[in-house]
Nanobody
Framework: RGSAAGVGGGLVQPGGSLRLSCEGS????????IAWFRQAPGKEREGVSC?????????MYVDSVRGRFTISRDNAKKAVYLQMSNLKPEDTAQYYC?????????????????????WGTGTQVTVSS
């Protein structure tokens, strides 16, 4: 059974940058569409960004991060990255990567409605001065 770990979070000042990594083991991460979600205390979980499988490659972003976040993948390292720039306090949240068996060789689904099956370990991002 495969697993994934989200790493790279931390404390950063407003306007700063962080890069999150979703690192897979035991499964071919490159064959699946991978999404990043976040959840802040007292708020619902929100789909932030997604990248299609390697055969698809499309990307999508929620409006609040478009132009500031970039999602990419490195198949050799079995990793999907979320480069976050110009971070704002409202970006503070626990970030998770996720996928589903049905996202094998597919592009990104509608993250508001799609039921993810596999969740990586979360990584905390705190944006504060």
């Amino acid at each position: 059974r495969g697993s994934a770990a989200g790493v790279g979070g931390g404390l950063v000042q407003p306007g700063g940058s962080l890069r999150l990594s979703c690192e897979g083991s035991g499964f071919s991460l490159e064959n699946f569409a991978i999404a990043w979600f976040r959840q802040a205390p007292g708020k619902e979980r929100e789909g932030v960004s997604c990248i299609g499988s390697s055969t698809d490659g499309n990307t999508m972003y929620v409006d609040s991060v478009r132009g500031r976040f970039t999602i990419s993948r490195d198949n050799a390292k079995k990793a999907v990255y979320l480069q976050m720039s110009n971070l704002k306090p409202e970006d503070t949240a626990q970030y998770y990567c996720a996928t589903a068996l049905s996202l094998w060789n597919r592009g990104c689904p509608n993250l508001r409605h799609y039921r993810m099956e596999y969740w990586g370990t979360g990584t905390q991002v705190t944006v504060s001065s």
